[in-house]
């Protein structure tokens, strides 16, 4: 009798024979570089402000991509790692967009 509720990662996958996942448990997601590079691309958008804008937006389409793959193959990880590189990109590219209307406004006020 086959078990339902057994883990998907028990599957075999034709990329991944005998459902041989990450070597390093998931915590390191190679298999998915997209969700891995997110990751790293959404915390130095956080980190370097003046860059937060096209940084965070590669940050959010790279994570979007990671989580694509993950949702095609079970087997690979880096969900967490994508979702990271997505919040983090969101937030430092918002910060961005807020920061340049601000310094539009303030170029645009009146003199005193």
Known sequence: MSNPYQSPSNFP???????QGDATGGVIPYKNPNA???YYVGIISMLLCFFGLPVGIIAVVLGIIG???????P???GSVHAWIG???GSIS???A?????IIIL???APRR
Do not use: D
């Open 13 to 19: 996958h034709p990329q991944y024979p005998h459902g």
């Open 36 to 38: 891995l590079i997110a």
């Open 67 to 73: 989580l694509r793959k993950r949702a095609e193959n």
């Open 75 to 77: 087997v690979i990880k």
């Open 86 to 88: 997505i919040v983090l």
């Open 93 to 95: 590219t918002l910060g």
């Open 97 to 101: 967009i807020f920061a340049i209307l």
């Open 106 to 108: 303030a170029m645009a």
